[in-house]
Nanobody, 121 residues
Framework: QVQLVESGGGLVQAGGPLRLSCAASGSIYRINTMAWYRQTPLTQRELVATVTSGRTNYADPVKGRFTISRDNAKNTVYLQMNSLKSEDTGVYYC????????????????WGQGTQVTVSS
């Protein structure tokens, strides 16, 4: 069984930084894409950033402010968020595309439970 556990959310003032972490554990053969999504009071769940084989991709609203990175040895993905704005407030979800069985390349989507980020203005 695979689990994704997020940490690092909280309350921060506008303009400040915050770093999210997400660690994958359990039966893991290979992790393909790892990503962060968020759900704000005004939007459905939306993509924030992805990292695949070292390549990163960002949603336009966060480009230049957020950085996604990954530690493959720890099966962990990070999201460094700088220059936070009130519109960044929401629940942030970790996502990973994981092949759980050794030797079997079939992969499946897994989600974390979400962590609240609140930016006060």
């Amino acid at each position: 069984q695979v689990q994704l556990v997020e940490s690092g959310g909280g309350l921060v003032q506008a303009g400040g930084p915050l770093r999210l972490s997400c660690a994958a554990s359990g039966s893991i053969y290979r992790i393909n894409t790892m990503a962060w999504y968020r759900q704000t009071p005004l939007t459905q769940r939306e993509l924030v950033a992805t990292v695949t084989s070292g390549r990163t991709n960002y949603a336009d609203p966060v480009k230049g402010r957020f950085t996604i990175s990954r530690d493959n040895a720890k099966n962990t993905v990070y999201l460094q968020m700088n220059s936070l704005k009130s519109e960044d407030t929401g629940v942030y979800y970790c996502y990973a595309d994981i092949a759980p069985r050794v030797g079997d390349p079939r992969s499946y989507p897994y989600w974390g439970q979400g962590t609240q980020v609140t930016v006060s203005s």
